[in-house]
């Protein structure tokens, strides 16, 4: 894996931010489309566009051996939280982060802003 500590990316709020975010990922983890990364960035990126509405970043930390951690900060100080109910047509972003990463999380900060940050173990 590159060292990816602190790449930082800003994205507009529109869903075609999605797809590069996800390809901004790939290139500096070198991870595939397939990978947990992948997705789960796909998740918080279309999250901060749906329903933040305002241009988002993207920051990749690790180093070999250590776990990846991808943060995704907007400009909407609303938390998200995670549904009980799976089978509703939206909301299961968090579900899908929630299971597939090693720890997740949702840090708020002055200035009404939020990062939804999750981290993953490399694999081999």
Known sequence: MPNPT???QPFRPDLR???DA???VQRVTGCSASDPAALLVS???TNAVLHAGTEFTVTVHGEESA???VEVTDGNSGSPT???NAMT???RGLRIVASLAERWGVDEHPGGTKTVWF???PGP
């Open 89 to 91: 047509p939206n909301g």
């Open 6 to 8: 602190g790449q930082v």
């Open 17 to 19: 931010s999605v797809r």
């Open 67 to 69: 776990p990846i951690r």
């Open 119 to 121: 981290e993953l173990v």
């Open 82 to 84: 995670l549904r009980d």
């Open 22 to 24: 996800r390809l901004f």
């Open 43 to 45: 998740e918080l990126s």
